[in-house]
């Protein structure tokens, strides 16, 4: 344990993701939470198979290697891969409640997403029960609000942690809305760039993009 976590509660960042591909505004945004909230480290859990949406193009192996690519120089992110080995649909409930076995109930875990997808919560197998294992942090993306109304708007009331001190007071329960940047690039959009027959350099780490070009992932 470094000298700057000591005597405090132990904080670790989890995002999860389709990553089809990863790109700059992932890695930015949880780099970003990372160092705004004295986080330990980030974890970034590539989904096996994502509930909510199709099947990505790319299988989970190559999301997932081109996930270690990208983390590989920055010590503050991990690769965590415990979605790729449970067969049946990701559910984030499942991945927070084998997180907390092996981490034990002091710890601090953290649930990074964007405020895209907090919007489509409610959706998510036993949304309500995540705040049991976990802390949410919902980083607001330009172009999508919070929800003004309805069920997701009063949980959101009932459970908002003013300051980021409740991650250092209870291990989970508390939502913390946050601005940090967040860069103009979505994975759906490089994928359109690369089957148009562009390059999407530059909008991702290059070990990521020379990988996209060996294996001509996502060409037409
Ligand atoms: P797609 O375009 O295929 O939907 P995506 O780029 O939105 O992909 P996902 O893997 O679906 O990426 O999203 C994982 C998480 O990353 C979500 O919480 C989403 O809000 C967040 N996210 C996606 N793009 C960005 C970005 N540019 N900056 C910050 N966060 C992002």
Same mark, same amino acid.
């Given at each position: 344990?470094?000298?700057?976590?000591?005597?405090?509660?132990?904080?670790?960042?989890?995002?999860?993701?389709?990553?089809?591909?990863?790109?700059?505004?992932?890695?930015?945004?949880?780099?970003?939470?990372?160092?705004?909230?004295?986080?330990?480290?980030?974890? @970034? @859990?590539?989904?096996?198979?994502?509930?909510?949406?199709?099947?990505?193009?790319?299988? !989970?192996?190559?999301?997932?290697?081109? /996930?270690? #690519?990208?983390?590989?120089?920055?010590?503050?992110?991990? /690769?965590?891969?415990?979605? @790729?080995?449970?067969?049946?649909?990701?559910?984030?409930?499942?991945?927070? $409640?084998? +997180?907390?076995?092996?981490?034990?109930?002091?710890?601090? #875990?953290?649930?990074?997403?964007?405020?895209?997808?907090? %919007?489509? %919560?409610?959706?998510?197998?036993?949304?309500?029960?995540?705040?049991?294992?976990?802390?949410?942090?919902?980083?607001?993306?330009?172009?999508?609000?919070?929800? $003004?109304?309805?069920?997701?708007?009063?949980? @959101?009331?009932?459970?908002?942690?003013?300051? *980021? $001190?409740? /991650?250092?007071?209870?291990?989970?329960? !508390?939502? #913390?809305?946050?601005? +940090?940047?967040? +860069?103009?690039? !979505?994975?759906?959009?490089?994928?359109?760039?690369?089957?148009?027959?562009?390059?999407? *350099?530059?909008? /991702?780490?290059? !070990?990521?993009? $020379?990988?996209?070009?060996?294996?001509?992932?996502?060409?037409?």
């Amino acid at each position: 344990m470094t000298e700057k976590h000591s005597g405090m509660r132990r904080k670790i960042g989890l995002f999860g993701g389709t990553f089809d591909p990863v790109h700059n505004g992932h890695l930015r945004m949880a780099l970003e939470a990372g160092e705004e909230l004295a986080l330990e480290q980030v974890r @970034l @859990l590539p989904c096996h198979r994502p509930p909510h949406r199709e099947t990505p193009n790319v299988d !989970s192996d190559q999301r997932t290697h081109m /996930l270690r #690519l990208a983390v590989e120089s920055c010590p503050l992110l991990k /690769l965590d891969d415990r979605e @790729l080995r449970r067969d049946g649909p990701s559910y984030t409930l499942e991945t927070l $409640q084998s +997180l907390r076995a092996e981490l034990g109930p002091e710890v601090s #875990l953290i649930w990074v997403m964007g405020s895209d997808s907090f %919007l489509g %919560l409610e959706s998510w197998h036993r949304w309500r029960e995540l705040l049991d294992y976990a802390h949410l942090l919902v980083v607001a993306r330009p172009g999508w609000e919070l929800p $003004q109304e309805g069920a997701l708007h009063d949980w @959101l009331l009932n459970h908002r942690a003013e300051s *980021q $001190q409740s /991650l250092e007071a209870t291990p989970a329960g !508390s939502v #913390l809305v946050r601005s +940090l940047r967040l +860069l103009p690039i !979505s994975a759906t959009e490089i994928r359109q760039i690369i089957a148009g027959g562009q390059s999407p *350099q530059f909008l /991702l780490p290059e !070990s990521v993009w $020379q990988y996209v070009q060996k294996r001509r992932l996502y060409h037409p």
